[in-house]
């Protein structure tokens, strides 16, 4: 995931599955310019997830489908 943000801000990556069960939840402290923020999808099963990003009470949702 690439985040930019010009101050320095708190980023929250939350995934959920398509039942709306959290599978992911983790907040990257201080991160300021562009940044790429990994998400490891090995241990998901296949199918669709929404991503909400969250940066300085702003959210911004992507949907992420996982095959194999």
């Given at each position: 995931i690439?985040?930019?943000?010009i101050n320095?801000?708190?980023?929250v990556?939350r995934?959920?599955?398509a039942?709306?069960?959290?599978?992911a939840?983790?907040?990257?402290a201080?991160q300021?310019?562009e940044?790429f923020?990994p998400?490891?999808?090995?241990k998901f099963?296949?199918?669709?997830?929404t991503v909400?990003?969250?940066?300085?009470?702003?959210?911004?949702?992507?949907?992420l489908?996982v095959t194999?």
């Amino acid at each position: 995931i690439k985040v930019s943000t010009i101050n320095a801000s708190d980023v929250v990556v939350r995934i959920t599955d398509a039942a709306g069960r959290v599978v992911a939840d983790r907040t990257y402290a201080n991160q300021i310019g562009e940044n790429f923020i990994p998400v490891a999808t090995s241990k998901f099963e296949v199918g669709y997830y929404t991503v909400s990003v969250t940066v300085n009470d702003e959210t911004i949702q992507k949907q992420l489908l996982v095959t194999r």
